[in-house]
T-cell receptor, first 114, second 119 residues
Framework: DSGVTQTPKHLITATGQRVTLRCSPRSGDLSVYWYQQSLDQGLQFLIQYYNGEERAKGNILERFSAQQFPDLHSELNLSSLELGDSALYFC?????????????FGPGTRLTVT | AQKITQTQPGMFVQEKEAVTLDCTYDTSDPSYGLFWYKQPSSGEMIFLIYQGSYDQQNATEGRYSLNFQKARKSANLVISASQLGDSAMYFCAMREGLDSGAGSYQLTFGKGTKLSVIP
C-alpha cells in the first residue's frame, strides 16, 4: 500500500459525459501528479500540482482539468468524454519538488467510456 | 528521440534465476533520477528502486539492484532469485531536474517490459 488513495476504482460512463476522479496523496506529500495509461499511448504525464498550485502541464487535453484543494487532495475532471479517453488514470504524490524525490502511485481509476 | 528506451517487450526467466531488464535513457541534464516500477496484472504501479545521477554506488533494494552505467546512459534492473510473483510489467522512468532549480519533475516512462517467470 503506497498510501496514495484514488476513488473510484472503476468508472463506466457514456460518451459526452463528465466525470471526476479523486486522489488523496500520502500524508505529508505536497506534490500531486496525474498520469494516463492507455494501450496506444503508454504512460503519459497529464498535470502536476504543488501545494495547491499548478506547476506543469503535459499531454492534457483541453477537455480535462484538475485542481488541488487546501487539504491537498486533488481532482481530475474529464468532460465531453470520447471512446479514446478510456484508460487507467493514476495519481502519484511526492514529498516536494526535488528531482530525487520518489513518486508513489495510487491504485488507479479505470475509466471505460462506452 | 525517446527519452527512455526499453528494448525488450517481453522476457521469460526460470524461477530462482536472475534476470536483467534493459533501460537506456537520453538527457542532457546533469541532475536526474531513474526509477523502476512494477505493474502486476491488477494494475497498480509499485515503486521498486531509484538511482540518482550523482549516486556513486548502484542502488539495491532486497532482490532488486540497478546496474547504473552513466557513461553509457543505461540503468538496467537486475532481479535476483526470480519468483512467480515477479511476473508483471516493468517500467523504467526518468525524472529530470533543471539547472535553474525550477521545473515540474514529472516522470517520463518507457514502454515497459513484460516479465514472465516460468516455474
Amino acid at each position: 500500500d503506497s498510501g496514495v488513495t484514488q476513488t473510484p476504482k472503476h468508472l463506466i460512463t457514456a460518451t459526452g459525459q463528465r466525470v471526476t476522479l479523486r486522489c488523496s496523496p500520502r500524508s505529508g506529500d505536497l506534490s500531486v501528479y496525474w498520469y494516463q495509461q492507455s494501450l496506444d499511448q503508454g504512460l503519459q504525464f497529464l498535470i502536476q500540482y504543488y501545494n495547491g498550485e499548478e506547476r506543469a502541464k503535459g499531454n492534457i487535453l483541453e477537455r480535462f482539468s484538475a485542481q488541488q484543494f487546501p487539504d491537498l487532495h486533488s481532482e481530475l475532471n474529464l468532460s465531453s468524454l470520447e471512446l479514446g479517453d478510456s484508460a487507467l488514470y493514476f495519481c502519484a504524490s511526492s514529498v516536494a519538488l526535488g528531482v530525487f524525490d520518489e513518486q508513489y502511485f495510487g491504485p488507479g481509476t479505470r475509466l471505460t467510456v462506452t | 528521440a525517446q527519452k527512455i528506451t526499453q528494448t525488450q517487450p517481453g522476457m521469460f526467466v526460470q524461477e530462482k534465476e536472475a534476470v536483467t531488464l534493459d533501460c537506456t535513457y537520453d538527457t542532457s541534464d546533469p541532475s536526474y533520477g531513474l526509477f523502476w516500477y512494477k505493474q502486476p496484472s491488477s494494475g497498480e504501479m509499485i515503486f521498486l528502486i531509484y538511482q540518482g545521477s550523482y549516486d556513486q554506488q548502484n542502488a539495491t533494494e532486497g532482490r532488486y539492484s540497478l546496474n547504473f552505467q552513466k557513461a553509457r546512459k543505461s540503468a538496467n534492473l537486475v532481479i535476483s532469485a526470480s519468483q512467480l510473483g515477479d511476473s508483471a510489467m516493468y517500467f523504467c522512468a526518468m525524472r529530470e531536474g533543471l539547472d535553474s532549480g525550477a521545473g515540474s519533475y514529472q516522470l517520463t516512462f518507457g514502454k515497459g517490459t513484460k516479465l514472465s517467470v516460468i516455474p
